[in-house]
């Protein structure tokens, strides 16, 4: 049995969110859930993980986990957020410390800030097995977009983060601290070694120039025949020039400095000040 995979599209950030539940159980497991963020006033809003609270419970689903691929940087997570109205464990890879020191130092936060991942339930290790309902979840460590990137495989399906996108749109940038072109290339051929049936899922779309619509799901056929970036044929180092080349043309991306407080805390916001109100860091002149 497969499970049943619902996405929720975010297109201020191009995020594709997922609720990935067993039809025989009803337990679910919901992927890079977004926070809404209005960066001018500095207002959050909830309706995009609403949505998702409002499909698990139309669904008769248990959110039995709430999952991140990885620390982003371009949303923040409502991971928090639905751990409270739907209960479940919050989890991610366990080279999140490794986001939590980097990160930790950049911001200058205190010995308050925990840089152990104890703010997440539970740190999966790399080909980690777990049941969901009658299911069964791996999880394997799939960095170089950062180093703590990891893939979901549920049943016939596999939840790459930014690791992948669409074929025709190739793979993420890997430019970011700890970041790697050659790690990347090397998780990218763990993943297309998954059967070719398996249905690839990314957790971003931002729509080749050529397709009208945007998309958030291809084959690890596909993805071999048609991945612009890194085809089936195309060798490390051509890999490693195309990626280092692109990503020394790329911005950094809009809402990177809120995100990551935000998401290294698993979805948390910083602890309110004397005053009760809480404050996002903007460093000047580091990045």
């Known amino acids: 049995m497969n499970p049943i995979v619902k996405a929720f599209f975010d297109p201020d950030t191009f995020t594709a969110s997922f609720v990935v539940s067993d039809p025989a159980s009803g337990s679910a ?14 207002r959050t809003s909830t309706g995009s993980a609403d949505a998702i609270i409002d499909y698990l419970r139309e669904n008769a689903l ?25 209960g479940g464990k919050t989890g991610i890879g366990s080279r999140i410390t490794l986001i939590q020191q980097t990160f930790g130092e950049f911001f200058n936060e205190g ?22 309902g009658t299911l069964q979840m791996q999880v394997l460590c799939t960095p170089g977009h950062t180093p703590a990137c990891v893939t979901y495989v549920i049943g016939d399906a596999a939840f790459v983060g930014d690791t992948l996108f669409m074929p025709d749109y190739g793979t993420a940038r890997c430019d970011f601290p700890g970041g790697s072109a050659a790690t990347m290339y090397d998780s990218v051929q763990k993943i297309l070694a998954l059967p070719d049936a398996t249905r690839i899922f990314v957790g971003h779309d931002y729509k080749a120039e050529d397709r ?9 056929a596909e993805q071999k025949a ?14 490693i020039k195309l990626r280092n080349e692109r990503d020394a043309r790329l911005a950094a991306p809009r809402l990177i400095l809120p995100s990551l407080q935000v998401n290294m805390r698993a979805g948390e916001l910083p602890p309110a000040a004397s005053n009760g109100t809480v404050y996002l860091k903007i460093p000047v002149n580091r990045i």
């Open 29 to 42: 497991a919901i992927i890079d859930a977004v926070l809404n963020f209005d960066y001018a006033p500095g």
């Open 62 to 86: 248990t959110a039995r986990w709430i999952l991140e691929t990885h620390v982003h940087a371009d949303h923040l997570s409502a991971a928090a957020y639905l751990k409270e109205r739907l």
């Open 111 to 132: 010995p308050d800030f925990q840089r152990d991942g104890s703010q997440f339930d539970h740190l999966f290790q790399d080909g980690e097995q777990l049941p969901l």
């Open 212 to 220: 009208e619509q945007f998309a958030w799901e291809s084959t690890v």
């Open 226 to 239: 048609q991945n612009i970036h890194v085809r089936q044929g195309t060798t490390r180092e051509d890999f």
